[in-house]
């Protein structure tokens, strides 16, 4: 029975050997290839500015992001030169909108709102000292504007004074207007 109880517990270990030998040998085989384009997710891309959540390099509102072409894909690169491209290069740039932000957090307004709206400090914290001293004074218009507020905030319609957007984590609750301009319209719908 010891003899083979022990050959048994030999082979267990011999077998977790050999499993962290070819995990090392993985590791040590190199880092994967870079993923294509349309393979990346949001924000797996810009690097990102900590304190602000938005890209690093942004002008004029625009951030330009290097992508990878797919190995053995044959296409133009940014520059219009015909190439066969191995993953390593890169093939274009990919602009992506960046947001004014000034330093006005999105949580933090909406904790104020929630726990000190009744005083105004959400309204003085983002820059609107006549609105939140007539709260103050009133007791947050006896709750009820306190409760409109909070949710005024919280669905980010009202929004810093300067004009700037919140400082959203960038998994976060962004939420984007929706306007009609010269640039969109309304198709009239055609019945056959």
């Known amino acids: 029975r010891r003899s083979r109880h022990g050959s048994r517990s030999g082979a267990a270990e011999a077998l977790v050997l050999l499993l962290l030998w070819f995990a090392v040998l993985e590791g040590a085989a190199g880092s994967e290839p870079p993923p294509k384009c349309e393979d990346l997710r949001l924000g797996q891309y810009p690097e990102r500015d900590n ?4 890209p690093m390099n942004c ?7 290097q992508c990878l072409p797919a190995p053995n894909i044959t296409c133009k690169d940014h520059l219009g030169i015909e190439k066969v491209f191995s993953g390593l290069e890169v093939g274009f740039y990919k602009p992506i909108e960046c947001r004014n932000v000034n330093g006005y957090s999105y949580k933090v307004a909406v904790a104020l709102s929630l ?9 003085f914290y983002l820059g609107y000292p006549a609105l939140g001293l007539l709260k103050f004074c009133t007791v947050g218009f006896c709750g ?5 507020d909070f949710i005024l905030i919280s669905m980010q319609i009202v929004g810093p004074s300067d004009g700037s957007s919140y400082i959203i984590d960038y998994y976060g ?6 306007s009609i ?10 019945y056959p």
Request: hydrophobic fraction near 40%; proline fraction near 0%; avoid cysteine.
């Open 51 to 54: 304190s602000t959540q938005e």
């Open 181 to 190: 301009t010269n640039a969109t319209f309304r198709k009239m719908q055609t």
């Open 173 to 178: 609750a962004r939420l984007t207007r929706l």
């Open 115 to 123: 726990f000190l709206g009744w005083l105004g400090a959400d309204r």
């Open 144 to 148: 009820i504007g306190s409760l409109i």
């Open 59 to 65: 002008t004029n509102h625009t951030a330009y992001v």
